[in-house]
Nanobody
């Protein structure tokens, strides 16, 4: 059974940084595309970033240059480094692998 467990969310002031982690189990992690999505209150869930097994990355325009997705296959973990955070980044952030989703971690950015 696949489990994705996010951590690292919290409250931060605008301009600050956070690093989210997602620990995966139940999959052959190194072969899989991993992704981060987010959902803000009253808005649809949106793609933030993805990373392939070959470490090719893709980002939403709204986070390019500020967020970095990476993976550590030895630890079955994917990360999202978020810098220069803005109040519009406030959302629940979800780790995904295919049809599987984690429970989400709250990120709140105060102005």
């Amino acid at each position: 059974q696949v489990h994705l467990v996010e951590s690292g969310g919290g409250l931060v002031q605008a301009g600050g940084s956070l690093r989210l982690s997602c620990a995966a189990s139940g999959i052959i992690f190194r072969f899989n595309v991993m992704g981060w999505y987010r959902q803000a209150p009253g808005k649809q869930r949106e793609l933030v970033a993805t990373i392939t097994s070959d470490r090719f990355t893709n980002y939403a325009d709204s986070v390019k240059g500020r967020f970095t997705i990476s993976r550590e296959n030895a630890k079955n973990t994917v990360y999202l480094q978020m810098n220069n955070l803005k109040p519009d980044d406030t959302a629940v952030y979800y780790c995904t692998q295919g049809a599987y989703w984690g429970q989400g971690t709250q990120v709140t950015v105060s102005s």
